[in-house]
């Protein structure tokens, strides 16, 4: 079974860095786009960063400048590299990944389980 597998998230300072990860295994035969996704407590799943295949990157207006989107296709994993976090970077971060299972000649998307960022003093 194809699966995600996150990890790193936990409790930083402001101003501090942490470094997710986010693993896909499996049966795959290949993996396209691969995003991170954040949801804070009562508010809307919000959009982070993605990576193309190609390594070209896009990210959020309120993490640019600061998060870093990158991905090992030996591995099969992507990463968010998180710097400068403010509070408001508190939330519960999904990793997504679309991905051709062996056999299928279609891409589906997987998510991660989730892992918290905390940022508080």
């Known amino acids: 079974q194809v699966q995600l597998v996150e990890s790193g998230g936990g409790l930083v300072q402001p101003g501090g860095s942490l470094r997710l990860s986010c693993a896909a295994s499996?049966?795959?035969?290949?993996?396209?786009?691969m995003e991170w996704y954040r949801q804070a407590p009562g508010k809307q799943r919000e959009w982070v960063a993605r990576?193309?295949?190609?390594?070209?990157?896009d990210y959020a207006d309120s993490v640019k400048g600061r998060f870093t989107i990158s991905r090992d296709n030996v591995k099969n994993t992507e990463y968010l590299q998180m710097n400068s976090l403010k509070p408001e970077d508190t939330a519960v971060y999904y990793c997504?990944?679309?991905?051709?299972?062996?056999?299928?000649?279609?891409?589906?998307?997987?998510w991660g389980q989730g892992t918290q960022v905390t940022v508080s003093s």
């Open positions: 990576i193309t295949s190609g390594g070209n990157t």
């Open positions: 997504k990944a679309y991905i051709r299972p062996l056999g299928s000649r279609y891409f589906i998307d997987f």
């Open positions: 499996g049966s795959i035969f290949s993996i396209n786009t």
